[in-house]
């Protein structure tokens, strides 16, 4: 079978960008919402930007991405770094067509994990060779909402003018251009 014959169709955003989108955001959140309320609060599509959740059980329908994204991903593994990416995100990020639109990720955390303190974000950034943003504790504070809004539309409108190199970024690029040719 083709490549295309196994692709999926892009997934539904949570919340619609209400401007031109400008880029995509991808974010898991466990079932204590902490995540969750913290993309809330930064209210992204407000600001252009198409926001999706990762799925918490495995029998809700996966996520495809067929766009460019940063991730904004919790921290788990009680401070055992080799635990600190949830496997839902393992297994959004296992799938080619997922991982070939990473361009960044943000990390939330607990302090209280000491070296481990967001340590996905270290994982994700070091497996995908993609830039690490920003972290956070917990829910984050009024300022991370604020420094992750300004800091998310600075590095799309980088990503726009080309002044950010992410690897893999160009076949990216091209295979979408594919796919548009081929629908």
Request: hydrophobic share 40%; net charge neutral; with cysteine.
């Amino acid at each position: 079978m083709s490549t295309e014959a196994n692709e999926q169709a892009s997934s539904e955003p949570e919340y619609a960008a209400q401007t031109k989108a400008i880029g995509s955001v991808v974010y898991f959140s466990s079932v204590s919402q902490n995540t969750a309320r913290f993309i809330a609060n930064c209210e992204l599509n407000k600001l252009g930007m198409n926001v999706y959740r990762l799925p918490l059980r495995r029998s809700d329908p996966a996520l495809h991405i067929h766009e460019p994204y940063v991730l904004v991903v919790p921290t788990y593994g009680g401070g055992n770094p080799k635990k600190a990416v949830p496997m839902q995100v393992k297994q959004f990020l296992n799938d080619p067509a997922n991982r070939m639109w990473i361009r960044g990720v943000i990390a939330s955390g607990n302090t209280n994990f000491g070296e481990a303190y967001c340590a996905a974000g270290d994982t994700i950034s070091a497996k995908c060779h993609i830039p690490y943003l920003y972290r956070f504790e917990l829910m984050g504070t009024p300022e991370d909402v604020q420094a992750v809004q300004r800091g998310l539309v600075k590095f799309f409108a980088d990503l726009e003018a080309g002044k950010v190199d992410v690897p893999g970024m160009q076949e990216a690029i091209k295979a979408n251009e594919q796919r548009a040719l081929v629908h």
